[in-house]
């Protein structure tokens, strides 16, 4: 029995959790959703008594099967950790040591607990991986084995308490949904009271029994999965359930002109003997929304790269507006260069954190004219105009680099996964000010995400990518309300989207 | 691993060529005659002309620096103008006393920076920190003849613990040669530390704040087996090229520490061939001194692909 009592924790003084209660029985799943920055994830540190520095519990009790955690000495803390606690955290990439065998790591988690070297391949066989993995480095593993390798680790013990924090960011919807299900089976067998920290309101709704929503530090509500997510009572839920996009939502019917802007036929592309890109032909009208989705490596980064002139030359030619354009952006002149803009999913590393946002907007119009109007389209606040990227907001950076792709007056922009860090109120701010702006300019977007629900509310038509080839394309409405190609039915699934069959023909 | 070391060693003749130019030509650039200088101001024009045809410099320098390439390879280094002895056995000799000094050197380099370095960075922003961050940067500001001055001055002309020449006598034990060798050789480590430790505790600093560091204590592992266990391989891959580089800065250092404590190893030897205009020795020594460059160069590439299998496995290209 876990039981959590007026917990409050504060960084350096700045409280950001306040007089959090809850309890959790053994072998019952806790969901404790919120934005970044609500402070679930100092939450989910506190519960293993290990906040970043500058980090203090200023008030509250933590209680495991009887332990009061937070008064431990160091030695029965270590002692408690041992024996009862597990955590997985988000980017099992980064919590796995790069310099280790991965055997040799499981191996010292299975010390710990005093159990033989000898049972590696058995925890390994635990979470579906064959025993061969034993002997590769975390690098040599993809992000879903590695995040398995985590779980193994957990596993080594028996914990009273599983932490999983955001344990599935990163991955994709079909590796998530695998993850998500070794966990599901595994909740019986490991009988540990489990905590599961997610931004994401609709997975936590599948697979836990109670949810408490956190807000500025806060529980707001909380209780059963079921009766939270149907009938909100806090108003913060409620906006945060209407905030994520949903398939099958109501959306804004919109015309374009079917003049094609940009064509692209049979695009190959290749890294060394392994093609990425595989014969792909694809037509984007003037003024129309395509949606791109696919898994990682499915290819779609690596068509929008081709699209703006980046990446590696290859195969077949991309025209727009009836002139072929140059497979490399340098050989593109300026003014076809401004007609093909791009936003990436991490402004992080596309914005220059040593300029401020006036001279990043002033740059992109090149005249220098008219950057508070080009800030106010992406409905970015004046007063951001002077300040540096690190100060502001993911979702503000994003507005920055958006405002930056319409500075050239583009024919089209490239947006590659524009919202998938971002929180989703966030968002759903910056998804309409994208569909404004389409609306005013007449602009078109390839789009890609490997959120579903996003693109069917953003795109006109959507466009399946699976293993370099494109597998599925139509309007967004069929495709993702009544797919036909089995892997778009995967994709779908994954998601937690239950297609409609209703026109499927059955052979 | 067998193929990155093929295709390094691969590499090695034809900088080797490069090198053997390079030291050619400055030489050729060396203000002044040879013939001239040996023999001495008052010397007849006749007699310097005698002595130009002897050692064939008036032959053209394509021919001579062919004639010395094919030498230097087939062991034939010829003959020192000043001191009258063959080349090969004085550059070798002294290039032993060399690397037996910056060997005692690295002994005491290697493990001192990388153990200052760790405990910074597991400590860091605490007064050790701080303590070892900036004394680090202040000696490796000091250039090495201005410690080596202090450290003679110091501890072998004020407090008499140390001889003040860094060659032990003929026939002396190794703790005698350690003894001598000891001052010089902690002059050039007290340049060098701070350049390290503050490699290593970058990594160790990132080290003990990453995800699997913290992931490891999560499942019950003291601090201490945390930095045995973890941190300490992952702090070591940027000491290992930082060693590298110091190394070089060591051989560089070699000439003024061993000028400075009379010791007969190759950078006082390289210094005096200079002055002498002995120009045989000058370029042995120097092509040697390169060649010994690239074998640290190497070694130091090999040791960073062993620790760290991201680079070895070619998840990452260095």
């Given at each position: 029995?876990?039981?959590?009592?007026?917990?409050?924790?504060?960084?350096?003084?700045?409280?950001?959790?306040?007089?959090?209660?809850?309890?959790?029985?053994?072998?019952?799943?806790?969901?404790?959703?919120?934005?970044?920055?609500?402070?679930?994830?100092?939450?989910?540190?506190?519960?293993?008594?290990?906040?970043?520095?500058?980090?203090?519990?200023?008030?509250?009790?933590?209680?495991?099967?009887?332990?009061?955690?937070?008064?431990?000495?160091?030695?029965?803390?270590?002692?408690?950790?041992?024996?009862?606690?597990?955590?997985?955290?988000?980017?099992?990439?980064?919590?796995?040591?790069?310099?280790?065998?991965?055997?040799?790591?499981?191996?010292?988690?299975?010390?710990?607990?005093?159990?033989?070297?000898?049972?590696?391949?058995?925890?390994?066989?635990?979470?579906?991986?064959?025993?061969?993995?034993?002997?590769?480095?975390?690098?040599?593993?993809?992000?879903?084995?590695?995040?398995?390798?985590?779980?193994?680790?957990?596993?080594?013990?028996?914990?009273?308490?599983?932490?999983?924090?955001?344990?599935?960011?990163?991955?994709d919807a079909t590796?998530e949904r695998?993850?998500?299900?070794?966990?599901?089976?595994?909740?019986?067998?490991?009988?540990?009271?489990?905590?599961?920290?997610?931004?994401d309101l609709a997975l936590?709704g599948r697979?836990?029994?109670?949810?408490?929503?956190?807000?500025?530090?806060?529980?707001?509500?909380?209780?059963?999965?079921?009766?939270?997510?149907?009938?909100?009572?806090?108003?913060?839920?409620?906006?945060l359930l209407d905030s994520a996009p949903r398939i099958g939502a109501e959306r804004a019917h919109r015309g374009h002109?079917?003049?094609?802007?940009?064509?692209?036929?049979?695009?190959?592309?290749?890294?060394?003997?392994?093609?990425?890109?595989?014969?792909?032909?694809?037509?984007i009208g003037?003024g129309e929304i395509v949606g791109l989705v696919g898994e990682?490596?499915s290819?779609k980064?690596?068509?929008?790269?081709?699209?703006?002139?980046?990446?590696?030359?290859?195969?077949?030619?991309?025209?727009?507006?009836?002139?072929?354009?140059?497979?490399?952006?340098?050989?593109?002149?300026?003014?076809?260069?401004?007609?093909?803009?791009?936003?990436?999913?991490?402004?992080?590393?596309?914005?220059?954190?040593?300029?401020?946002?006036?001279?990043?907007?002033?740059?992109?119009?090149?005249?220098?004219?008219?950057?508070?109007?080009?800030?106010?389209?992406?409905?970015?606040?004046?007063?951001?105009?002077?300040?540096?990227?690190?100060?502001?907001?993911?979702?503000?950076?994003?507005?920055?680099?958006?405002?930056?792709?319409?500075?050239?007056?583009?024919?089209?922009?490239?947006c590659d996964e524009p919202v998938s860090?971002l929180?989703v109120s966030v968002q759903a701010g910056v998804l309409r000010t994208l569909a404004d702006?389409q609306a005013?300019?007449?602009?078109s977007y390839l789009f890609i995400s490997h959120d579903l629900a996003v693109v069917y509310q953003l795109a006109d038509r959507v466009v399946v990518m699976s293993?370099?080839?494109i597998v599925e394309e139509g309007p967004a409405e069929r495709i993702l309300r009544e797919p036909r190609h089995?892997y778009t039915i995967g994709l779908l699934r994954a998601a937690g989207h239950e297609p409609s069959q209703r026109r499927r023909?059955?052979? | 691993?067998?193929?990155?070391?093929?295709?390094?060693?691969?590499?090695?003749?034809?900088?080797?060529?490069?090198?053997?130019?390079?030291?050619?030509?400055?030489?050729?650039?060396?203000?002044?005659?040879?013939?001239?200088?040996?023999?001495?101001?008052?010397?007849?024009?006749?007699?310097?002309?005698?002595?130009?045809?002897?050692?064939?410099?008036?032959?053209?320098?394509?021919?001579?620096?062919?004639?010395?390439?094919?030498?230097?390879?087939?062991?034939?280094?010829?003959?020192?103008?000043?001191?009258?002895?063959?080349?090969?056995?004085?550059?070798?000799?002294?290039?032993?006393?060399?690397?037996?000094?910056?060997?005692?050197?690295?002994?005491?380099?290697?493990?001192?920076?990388?153990?200052?370095?760790?405990?910074?960075?597991?400590?860091?922003?605490?007064?050790?920190?701080?303590?070892?961050?900036?004394?680090?940067?202040?000696?490796?500001?000091?250039?090495?003849?201005?410690?080596?001055?202090?450290?003679?001055?110091?501890?072998?002309?004020?407090?008499?613990?140390?001889?003040?020449?860094?060659?032990?006598?003929?026939?002396?034990?190794?703790?005698?040669?350690?003894?001598?060798?000891?001052?010089?050789?902690?002059?050039?480590?007290?340049?060098?530390?701070?350049?390290?430790?503050?490699?290593?505790?970058?990594?160790?600093?990132?080290?003990?704040?990453?995800?699997?560091?913290?992931?490891?204590?999560?499942?019950?592992?003291?601090?201490?087996?945390?930095?045995?266990?973890?941190?300490?391989?992952?702090?070591?891959?940027?000491?290992?090229?930082?060693?590298?580089?110091?190394?070089?800065?060591?051989?560089?250092?070699?000439?003024?520490?061993?000028?400075?404590?009379?010791?007969?190893?190759?950078?006082?030897?390289?210094?005096?061939?200079?002055?002498?205009?002995?120009?045989?020795?000058?370029?042995?020594?120097?092509?040697?001194?390169?060649?010994?460059?690239?074998?640290?160069?190497?070694?130091?590439?090999?040791?960073?692909?062993?620790?760290?299998?991201?680079?070895?496995?070619?998840?990452?290209?260095?």
């Amino acid at each position: 029995m876990i039981t959590v009592d007026g917990l409050s924790v504060a960084y350096q003084g700045v409280a950001v959790v306040h007089d959090v209660s809850f309890s959790i029985a053994p072998g019952r799943t806790y969901g404790l959703v919120g934005e970044s920055g609500s402070g679930k994830t100092t939450l989910g540190r506190a519960l293993g008594r290990h906040l970043p520095s500058g980090g203090a519990v200023t008030a509250g009790r933590i209680e495991v099967d009887g332990a009061d955690v937070l008064a431990l000495p160091p030695r029965e803390l270590r002692a408690w950790r041992a024996s009862a606690l597990a955590v997985v955290h988000q980017e099992a990439g980064s919590a796995l040591d790069p310099t280790m065998r991965v055997g040799a790591q499981l191996a010292e988690a299975l010390r710990i607990q005093g159990r033989p070297r000898g049972d590696v391949t058995g925890l390994l066989a635990k979470v579906r991986l064959p025993g061969e993995v034993a002997r590769r480095y975390p690098h040599q593993l993809s992000g879903g084995q590695q995040q398995r390798v985590v779980i193994a680790a957990a596993l080594a013990g028996r914990p009273r308490l599983l932490v999983l924090d955001e344990p599935t960011s990163g991955l994709d919807a079909t590796v998530e949904r695998e993850i998500l299900n070794l966990i599901w089976a595994l909740r019986a067998e490991i009988g540990a009271a489990i905590v599961l920290i997610s931004h994401d309101l609709a997975l936590v709704g599948r697979l836990c029994d109670d949810v408490g929503v956190l807000y500025a530090g806060r529980l707001v509500e909380e209780g059963p999965a079921a009766r939270v997510l149907s009938e909100p009572r806090h108003p913060y839920t409620r906006a945060l359930l209407d905030s994520a996009p949903r398939i099958g939502a109501e959306r804004a019917h919109r015309g374009h002109d079917v003049t094609p802007l940009l064509e692209v036929r049979g695009l190959t592309r290749a890294y060394g003997k392994t093609k990425v890109l595989d014969d792909v032909s694809l037509a984007i009208g003037r003024g129309e929304i395509v949606g791109l989705v696919g898994e990682s490596g499915s290819g779609k980064t690596t068509l929008a790269r081709a699209v703006a002139g980046l990446g590696r030359r290859g195969g077949g030619a991309i025209t727009l507006d009836g002139a072929e354009l140059p497979t490399e952006v340098g050989r593109r002149d300026p003014a076809t260069r401004r007609r093909i803009s791009m936003v990436f999913q991490d402004p992080d590393a596309s914005l220059n954190p040593s300029h401020t946002v006036r001279t990043i907007l002033t740059r992109a119009l090149g005249d220098g004219g008219g950057v508070a109007e080009l800030a106010a389209l992406a409905a970015l606040e004046p007063h951001l105009l002077d300040v540096r990227p690190s100060r502001l907001s993911g979702g503000q950076k994003q507005r920055v680099a958006i405002a930056r792709a319409f500075a050239g007056r583009p024919d089209l922009i490239v947006c590659d996964e524009p919202v998938s860090a971002l929180d989703v109120s966030v968002q759903a701010g910056v998804l309409r000010t994208l569909a404004d702006q389409q609306a005013r300019t007449g602009v078109s977007y390839l789009f890609i995400s490997h959120d579903l629900a996003v693109v069917y509310q953003l795109a006109d038509r959507v466009v399946v990518m699976s293993g370099g080839r494109i597998v599925e394309e139509g309007p967004a409405e069929r495709i993702l309300r009544e797919p036909r190609h089995p892997y778009t039915i995967g994709l779908l699934r994954a998601a937690g989207h239950e297609p409609s069959q209703r026109r499927r023909h059955v052979h | 691993m067998k193929g990155f070391l093929l295709r390094r060693a691969a590499t090695v003749p034809l900088t080797l060529l490069g090198v053997s130019l390079l030291v050619f030509a400055a030489t050729e650039l060396v203000p002044g005659d040879v013939a001239r200088t040996i023999l001495g101001r008052e010397a007849s024009q006749a007699s310097v002309t005698a002595l130009r045809e002897q050692l064939g410099l008036d032959r053209p320098w394509i021919q001579r620096y062919a004639d010395w390439l094919g030498g230097f390879l087939t062991g034939d280094w010829g003959e020192s103008y000043t001191l009258g002895v063959p080349v090969h056995d004085l550059v070798l000799d002294r290039l032993g006393h060399s690397l037996l000094l910056a060997g005692v050197a690295f002994a005491l380099l290697a493990p001192v920076a990388v153990g200052l370095g760790l405990w910074a960075g597991v400590r860091h922003d605490r007064a050790a920190d701080r303590v070892i961050s900036v004394g680090g940067l202040a000696f490796g500001a000091v250039p090495e003849f201005v410690t080596g001055v202090i450290l003679l001055v110091v501890f072998a002309v004020k407090l008499r613990w140390f001889p003040s020449g860094a060659q032990a006598p003929e026939g002396s034990g190794p703790l005698i040669v350690l003894w001598h060798l000891a001052l010089p050789a902690l002059s050039l480590v007290l340049l060098c530390t701070g350049y390290v430790a503050r490699h290593v505790r970058a990594g160790t600093v990132a080290s003990v704040e990453s995800p699997y560091a913290r992931a490891a204590e999560l499942r019950g592992l003291t601090r201490g087996q945390v930095v045995r266990r973890h941190v300490l391989r992952n702090s070591t891959v940027p000491a290992a090229s930082a060693l590298g580089v110091q190394l070089q800065f060591l051989l560089g250092g070699l000439v003024s520490v061993e000028l400075l404590f009379t010791y007969p190893g190759i950078g006082a030897l390289l210094l005096q061939a200079a002055v002498d205009k002995d120009l045989p020795v000058l370029q042995a020594a120097a092509l040697v001194l390169g060649l010994l460059y690239m074998v640290i160069v190497l070694g130091a590439d090999v040791a960073y692909r062993l620790l760290d299998p991201r680079v070895r496995l070619g998840a990452v290209t260095s």
